[in-house]
């Protein structure tokens, strides 16, 4: 960073660390004995493409991840134009789970589509409530978001699952970056 984003404001962009979605297994064992919360097996990656030529390229390579998984994604795209790759584990299968989710977006980072990747997300549940573990990926960190309704949330809760596994995984510490998912596949 240089003197002159010092004095404009700006700030360098975290680098993504993909390998923290391998924390997760562990943040789920804590999640689990101090707050109930199990893994469901459902975790998912979302990204944006953009019109143009390098959405077609983005879109061909999310067709050859999804041809060469034998079933193991599938795609859908939300209200709101974003498409969420959807994997489905057995619950107790959360390494496997942790382990597509990145080999797919070690995949779109690899094809040169980082800049697309939104977040990662791994669903969990204590049987009636769902609660998502969110990775952004343009800030390094996560963050819980659990719907409490339609466009409703809880956040009291949200604030409880953080300081649970907040030793666990790197938390975004901004909460205005904690961004309602409501809808995404999974939840």
Known sequence: MGLLDILLGRSKA??????????VPSAAITLETAAGYRPTGSGSVCFKAAEGGGFSALRDEVDKLLALDNGKLTSTTDSYGFTWL????????????????????????????????LCTLVAFSNGTQSVGLVYLYKRGTWYPFVPAGTDR???A?????KSVIGADLNFEQDLSRWFPIYGAPGL
């Open 153 to 155: 949330r809880d956040n």
């Open 14 to 23: 975290v680098p993504p660390n993909l390998d923290q979605l391998f924390s």
């Open 86 to 117: 959807v994997r489905q584990t057995a619950p107790d299968d959360l390494e496997t789970l942790v382990t597509d989710l990145h080999a797919v977006n070690t995949s779109l980072v690899d094809a040169g589509f980082g800049s697309a990747l």
């Open 157 to 161: 809760t949200e604030l409880q699952i």
